[in-house]
């Protein structure tokens, strides 16, 4: 029973969690979830083309696309020559500009959330432990790790618990 309640505990507390953080980042960004993932890891890896960004969002290509037109449409990215046929997608400095205010405004949802938590030192390694478990189903860390404040989780030299596991598994 203890199982059964603890399970339900998280599944409350994630669920309303990813509500509050992408709602709250989605809405700073002025864009849909999936285009504030995009303008954020974008913020991270500049240059990426359609297809790449697309699986790092977990968007199809067609879909990834369309989603690009329309931050096009809207200043935030332009798309540039790479090399031959390939073409990257960058920020524009709104796009930067909007990326920043979702990483800010999912900080503080999260920040709030974890005000909550009286012993935030014994959290962390269950979250990494956690994060790890979760690396070994879903096995991509970009997926995973697609509204993270990548230099934020390496602060103070430590190890971002996916990149780490990513790094045992040999995935992307």
Do not use: W, Y
């Not at 067609?62 to 790479?82: E, N, S």
């Not at 390694?125 to 404040?149: I, T």
């Amino acid at each position: 029973m203890h199982e059964t309640r603890l399970a339900n505990l998280l599944g409350a507390a994630v669920l309303n969690l990813s509500d509050r953080m992408t709602g709250a980042a989605a809405a700073a960004a002025g864009v849909s979830p999936s285009g504030t993932a995009a303008l954020v890891v974008l913020a991270e890896f500049p240059g990426l083309g359609g297809t790449e960004l697309g699986r790092r969002i977990g968007l199809s290509q067609p879909a990834c696309a369309r989603m690009l037109d329309q931050l096009a449409a809207r200043g935030l990215v332009r798309r540039q020559a790479k090399s031959g046929r390939a073409v990257g997608v960058v920020l524009t400095r709104a796009g930067r500009a909007a990326a920043h205010r979702a990483l800010e405004a999912r900080q503080d949802v999260l920040t709030g959330a974890l005000a909550a938590v009286s012993d935030q030192d014994a959290l962390e390694p269950l979250l990494e432990q956690l994060l790890r478990g979760l690396h070994a189903e879903v096995r991509s860390g970009d997926l995973m790790c697609r509204l993270c404040d990548r230099p934020g989780c390496v602060a103070q030299d430590r190890l971002c618990p996916v990149g780490q596991a990513q790094r045992e598994l040999g995935t992307p």
